[in-house]
C-alpha cells in the first residue's frame, strides 16, 4: 500500500493472504477507518473524550454477500458459492483502490490526541478463531501558498504603546512597530523581521526578541481543554538605553523543518504558528505583540513556474510527521 496520500487522491494497495496449509474460513473482511481522537486528563484527574470519523468504509473481500454470477466460480482455489470457504496452502493477492474524499485533515500526533488512519484486514475461521492485521497511512492534505489569498503575500503589521513603571509611577512609554515581510510561509524559508523600539522611559530595555512558536489546542465537546506550546526558533538583539531607539532591518527567522499541518476540517485539535515579538524592560512585565502567519506546504512561484529566490531559504528534503518535543515541557514564557 502506498504510506503517504493526499486527500482527494486514490488509496491502492493489497491485502495478502499467506496461508500454510488448506484453511476453511467464513469470509475475508476489509475496513478502512480515519479517525479524529482527543484523549487527556486534567488538574482534577477528570477524564476528557471526544472523537470523530472521516472514513468507515467496509466491504467483504470473500464469504457471503457475493453476486449470483459468483456463485459456483473459483477464487484464488476457493469456491465462493458456499457459507464456508475452503483456501488453499499458499499467497493470496486482493487488491483494492479507493477514492479518498475531498477534505480530509492531515495526519497529526500530538501528546493528547491524534488524527490517524488505517487499513484492518480480518479473517474468520468457522470456528470462531479470528486472524487480523492492520497498516497505517498517512494523509497530507497540503497547503498552497500560490492558491491561498493574495493577501497572505502582503506585508503584515503590528504594533503597541506600553506604559512602564515601578508602584504606579510612571516612567515613560515604549513604543513597539513590527512589520513581517509577509503573512505565508514554508519551512525552510526565513521570516524576514522589522521593527522599531522607541524607548521613551528611564528604564532600560533589556533585549527584544522575535520567537516562532506552534500552538496546539484540544478541544473536547466544543470546549477548549488544553493548549500547549513550544518554542521552534528565535532570534534577538540587545540592550536600548533609557531615551534611546532600536531598529530591526529584515533580521532573519529560520522557520526549521517542522511538520507541514493542515487540520481543516478537524473540530477537536487545533494547531496555529506564531511569530512573538518581545521587548523585556527592566523592573517590568514583557510586551509582547503576536503576529499569527500561516504554515503551508507548497511556497510562492514565478509566472513562469520557478521558485523565487529569497534570502535564508534552504528548503529540506523531507519534513518530519512527528513531533519530537511533544512529551518535554511545551511551555514558554509569555
Known amino acids: 500500500m502506498n504510506g503517504t496520500q493526499n486527500e482527494g487522491s486514490f488509496l491502492t494497495g493489497k491485502v495478502l493472504l499467506e496461508l500454510d496449509e488448506e484453511t476453511p474460513a467464513i469470509g475475508l473482511y476489509f475496513h478502512i477507518i480515519g479517525e479524529g481522537v ?4 486534567d488538574r482534577k484527574r477528570l477524564q476528557h ?5 472521516y472514513i468507515d468504509f ?3 473481500l470473500l464469504g457471503d454477500g457475493g453476486t449470483k454470477s459468483e456463485a459456483g466460480s473459483t477464487i484464488n482455489g476457493s469456491t465462493v458459492g458456499g457459507r464456508i470457504l475452503l483456501l488453499s496452502p499458499g499467497i493470496h493477492t486482493f487488491p483494492f483502490k479507493l477514492g479518498l474524499p475531498l477534505g480530509l485533515p492531515s495526519t497529526f500526533l500530538g501528546k493528547h490526541g491524534w488524527i490517524q488512519y488505517y487499513c484492518k484486514a480480518l479473517l474468520r475461521e468457522p470456528n470462531g478463531v479470528v486472524h487480523k492485521n492492520h497498516q497505517v497511512f498517512i494523509v497530507m492534505n497540503p497547503i498552497d501558498l500560490n492558491l491561498e489569498p493574495s493577501l497572505l503575500m502582503q506585508p503584515f503589521h ?11 509611577i510612571n516612567r515613560g512609554v515604549v513604543n513597539c512597530r513590527v512589520r513581517l515581510d509577509r503573512g505565508g510561509y514554508v519551512p525552510g524559508e526565513s521570516i524576514k523581521i522589522y521593527a522599531y ?20 489546542q484540544y478541544t473536547v465537546k466544543s470546549k477548549l481543554i488544553k493548549s500547549e506550546i513550544k518554542e521552534l526558533a528565535s532570534i534577538e538583539r540587545g540592550k536600548i538605553p533609557a531615551k534611546a531607539a532600536d531598529q530591526w532591518r529584515g533580521e532573519l527567522l529560520y522557520i526549521p523543518p ?9 473540530h477537536l485539535i487545533r494547531v496555529q504558528y506564531d511569530v512573538y515579538f518581545v521587548v523585556l524592560v527592566k523592573g517590568n512585565k514583557r510586551i509582547r505583540l503576536q503576529l499569527p502567519i500561516m504554515m503551508a506546504n507548497y511556497p510562492i512561484r514565478n509566472k513562469d513556474g520557478t521558485l523565487q529566490k529569497r534570502k535564508g531559504t534552504h528548503y529540506p528534503e523531507t519534513l518530519p510527521i512527528n ?6 515541557d511545551s511551555s514558554v514564557k509569555k
Open 158 to 168: 503590528c504594533e503597541i504603546q506600553e506604559k512602564v513603571g515601578i508602584r504606579c
Open 323 to 328: 513531533r519530537a518535543w511533544i512529551d518535554a
Open 58 to 60: 467496509r466491504m467483504r
Open 197 to 216: 523600539i522607541e524607548n521613551g522611559s528611564r528604564a532600560t530595555i533589556q533585549k527584544s526578541k522575535a520567537v516562532l512558536t506552534e500552538t496546539i
Open 258 to 266: 517542522i511538520p507541514p499541518t493542515n487540520l481543516r476540517g478537524c
Open 49 to 53: 473524550n471526544d472523537r470523530e470519523n
Open 38 to 41: 482527543v484523549r487527556l486528563q
